[in-house]
């Protein structure tokens, strides 16, 4: 048929899979030309019409054959092309994919869980904002007590501050928990500081608390001697100086050896021998009684560290806005 002689050229000149179902409906389609021949079957005799309808078939059977064979071919093209296209020259040097690591300040806070958790420790959290009952009533410091001044504290309103220490998990988990309790509690905390070498004003602290019966300084001497050791080797040598808290009595600080002199002296330590690490002391009890736990029966130990610090003295760092600036040739010596 004409029709079949037609459409096989048509097809045959198309270059693109889009005319292929333009050409299909053309021909094929409800309207196509093939169809209008089926349309007038009617007019047709009794004898033509069994002649003509096998014509019909035989027509539609062969283009949607050629249709497939085509629309097979258009593929094969297009694929042909988009792989010379994206073709990856495979002798081409590898370009290295830079991996990430843990920030020098994640490396020495997973060290520390480590040793804590070794000694029986479990980890406490608490949130960042906090209001003057667990940030200061709670810990023994009154209204007018001078850490309150709005010169240490960032205050959102008169009642609700940015914690500047993580003491309050601490009265948290005192007042929700009956002793025995033995946690760490770090966390990101917030001072009116002006940023130098040594100050932020935000920075990581960790705190630990215990309380049981019968705990005694010496206790707290020997988890913070352990703690050291742990995690600047067998050689390090501590000292306990008398210091005032209001939330612990007695009161001490820890100083360590000075890494750089061994204790002799030299500007990094100020002459002295020994550099400041922490704070600690016995748990006052007026802290106890605020958590309904009775100071006659129990007792405790607290201790505060700036993360900033203990990572300052493993590495050698000299100044914390190092660990701020995402600078990476700080960042990839760790």
């Given at each position: 048929?004409?029709?079949?002689?037609?459409?096989?050229?048509c097809?045959?000149?198309?270059?693109?899979?889009?005319d292929?179902?333009?050409?299909?409906?053309?021909?094929?389609?409800?309207?196509?030309?093939?169809?209008?021949?089926?349309?007038?079957?009617?007019?047709?005799?009794?004898?033509?019409?069994?002649?003509?309808?096998?014509?019909?078939?035989?027509?539609?059977?062969?283009l949607?054959?050629?249709?497939?064979?085509?629309?097979?071919?258009?593929?094969?093209?297009?694929m042909?092309?988009?792989?010379?296209?994206?073709?990856?020259?495979?002798?081409?040097?590898?370009?290295?994919?830079?991996?990430?690591?843990?920030?020098?300040?994640?490396?020495?806070?997973?060290?520390i869980?480590?040793i804590?958790?070794?000694?029986?420790?479990?980890?406490?959290?608490?949130?960042e904002i906090?209001?003057?009952?667990?940030?200061?009533?709670?810990?023994?410091?009154?209204?007018?007590?001078?850490?309150?001044?709005?010169?240490?504290?960032?205050y959102?309103?008169?009642?609700?501050?940015?914690?500047?220490?993580?003491?309050?998990?601490?009265?948290?988990?005192?007042?929700?928990?009956?002793?025995?309790?033995?946690?760490?509690?770090?966390?990101?905390?917030?001072?009116?500081?002006?940023?130098?070498?040594?100050?932020?004003?935000?920075?990581?602290?960790?705190?630990?608390?215990?309380?049981?019966?019968?705990?005694?300084?010496?206790?707290?001497?020997?988890?913070?001697?352990?703690?050291?050791k742990?995690?600047?080797?067998?050689?390090?040598?501590?000292?306990?100086?008398?210091?005032?808290?209001?939330?612990?009595?007695?009161?001490?600080?820890?100083?360590?050896?000075?890494?750089k002199?061994?204790?002799?002296?030299?500007?990094?330590?100020?002459?002295?021998?020994?550099?400041?690490?922490?704070g600690?002391?016995?748990?006052h009890?007026?802290?106890?009684?605020?958590?309904g736990?009775?100071?006659?029966?129990?007792?405790?130990?607290?201790?505060?560290?700036?993360?900033?610090?203990?990572?300052?003295?493993?590495?050698?760092?000299n100044?914390?806005?190092?660990?701020?600036?995402n600078?990476?040739?700080?960042?990839?010596?760790?």
């Amino acid at each position: 048929m004409r029709i079949e002689a037609e459409a096989k050229k048509c097809f045959a000149k198309v270059s693109e899979l889009k005319d292929i179902e333009a050409l299909r409906l053309k021909y094929l389609g409800k309207k196509g030309a093939l169809t209008n021949i089926l349309k007038q079957m009617g007019k047709l005799s009794p004898e033509e019409r069994p002649v003509i309808g096998q014509i019909a078939n035989k027509v539609r059977a062969s283009l949607e054959e050629t249709i497939k064979s085509r629309t097979e071919e258009l593929k094969a093209f297009a694929m042909q092309a988009r792989l010379k296209l994206e073709k990856v020259d495979v002798t081409l040097p590898g370009k290295k994919q830079t991996l990430g690591h843990k920030h020098p300040l994640s490396i020495v806070l997973d060290d520390i869980k480590e040793i804590f958790i070794g000694m029986g420790f479990k980890i406490a959290e608490g949130p960042e904002i906090e209001n003057n009952y667990y940030a200061f009533d709670t810990l023994n410091m009154p209204k007018d007590h001078p850490a309150r001044d709005e010169q240490d504290t960032f205050y959102i309103d008169d009642d609700t501050i940015l914690r500047s220490q993580t003491s309050s998990v601490q009265i948290r988990t005192m007042q929700s928990q009956k002793p025995p309790i033995k946690i760490i509690a770090p966390g990101r905390v917030y001072r009116s500081d002006t940023a130098d070498a040594t100050h932020s004003p935000t920075f990581h602290q960790i705190e630990g608390l215990v309380v049981d019966k019968g705990i005694t300084f010496a206790n707290l001497k020997y988890t913070l001697q352990t703690f050291v050791k742990k995690l600047y080797g067998e050689d390090s040598v501590v000292r306990f100086r008398p210091h005032h808290f209001p939330y612990t009595e007695p009161s001490a600080e820890l100083d360590v050896q000075c890494f750089k002199c061994g204790g002799k002296g030299c500007p990094l330590c100020k002459g002295e021998g020994y550099i400041e690490l922490l704070g600690c002391g016995m748990v006052h009890p007026n802290v106890l009684k605020t958590c309904g736990i009775d100071p006659d029966v129990y007792s405790g130990f607290a201790f505060g560290v700036g993360l900033e610090r203990l990572a300052m003295r493993r590495f050698k760092v000299n100044d914390i806005r190092f660990f701020y600036e995402n600078d990476v040739r700080f960042l990839n010596q760790f």
